[in-house]
């Protein structure tokens, strides 16, 4: 079984004995519940730090990325069967720490990225991302990786991480794994647990409806207003779907676009029922 460590200091030293026998460190952090998507991350860390390399993946649910009547306390929690992914993905360690070691007293210190948060997820979950990047810059600096890697679901997210770790000059390269769907196209997420029989069955709509934006983008649709009309129109035919957002937005600024004469990405919120899913493609 892959060790657990549950505090900084124990990590901090099994890092530090990774790195004084020359491994590469690579960092996968995760709020568990994991499925195949993580594990896919784990298994690119591990091809990129190399065979001898040192995965750490970590488990922590951040309370401060929650907003007031979000899922916190609902959250999946299964450290033993992530543990055991973990190790079956090629993990060397699991960082798996308390509330209370991560967050010992209030914190005063953020870190906020503007203005890519601006659109997307940013206004339907208010200090989200602020949430995210500063744990994600207290797990960079905890573990401080050769690399760490993220998931291309979480579209929004990766780009303003990598932004955070650019301006900031966060040492490390942060890399980014594709998608991992069910067979049906569903992205795959720790909260499709919570779909009810029929939300999962309509659950794959949403994916569906990214592809037919991507077609129309094929036959030479350029038009960013008529791409999210039809995407609208699209989701909307889901049973039971309601739409936070369907958005087409500047691949890297993630501001909005009127025509898509650069690299572009197509990201929707939709809630099932209690269960907010999102998703994205990209058009270039
Ligand atoms: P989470 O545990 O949901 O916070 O996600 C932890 C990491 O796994 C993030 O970098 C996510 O983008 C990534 N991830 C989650 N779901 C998937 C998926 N279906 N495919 C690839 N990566 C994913």
């Known amino acids: 079984m892959v060790p657990v460590a549950e505090t900084i200091a124990a990590t901090r030293a ?46 922590f649910v951040n309370p401060t990325q929650f907003g007031p009547g979000e899922d916190f306390d609902r959250y999946p929690r299964a450290l033993e069967a992530d543990r055991r992914l973990c190790g079956e993905a090629g993990a060397d360690l699991v960082f798996h720490p308390s509330v209370a070691e991560m967050y010992p007293g209030r914190p005063v210190a953020y870190v906020d990225v503007s203005e890519l948060g601006d659109h997307l997820c940013g206004p339907s979950r208010p200090g989200h991302f602020r949430g995210v990047c500063t744990v994600v810059l207290k797990l960079l600096n905890i573990v401080q990786p050769d690399l760490s890697v993220f998931g291309a679901k979480d579209a929004q997210q990766v780009r303003i991480l990598r932004r955070m770790v650019a301006d900031l000059d966060v040492p490390g390269r942060v890399e980014v794994a594709p998608t991992v769907r069910e067979a049906d196209g569903l992205a795959m997420s720790s909260r499709n647990a919570y779909l009810k029989s029929d939300e999962r069955a309509a659950a794959p709509g949403i994916y569906a409806a990214l592809l037919a934006t991507r077609d129309r983008y094929a036959r030479g649709e350029r038009d960013a207003a008529r791409l999210e009309a039809a995407l609208r129109a699209d989701l909307a035919a889901i049973p039971g779907a309601r739409v936070d957002y369907a958005s087409v937005v500047d691949d890297e600024t993630m501001q909005p676009v009127a025509r898509l004469d650069r690299p572009a990405l197509v990201a929707v919120a939709v809630s099932l029922g209690r269960t907010r899913l999102i998703d994205n493609v990209t058009l270039s």
């Open 14 to 59: 099994a890092v530090a004995a990774a790195r004084s026998a020359g491994r590469v460190v690579a960092l996968v952090p995760t709020m568990g519940a994991l499925h195949a998507g993580h594990a896919e991350l784990v298994r690119v860390a591990r091809r990129l730090a190399g065979p001898l390399g040192c995965v750490v993946a970590s488990v």
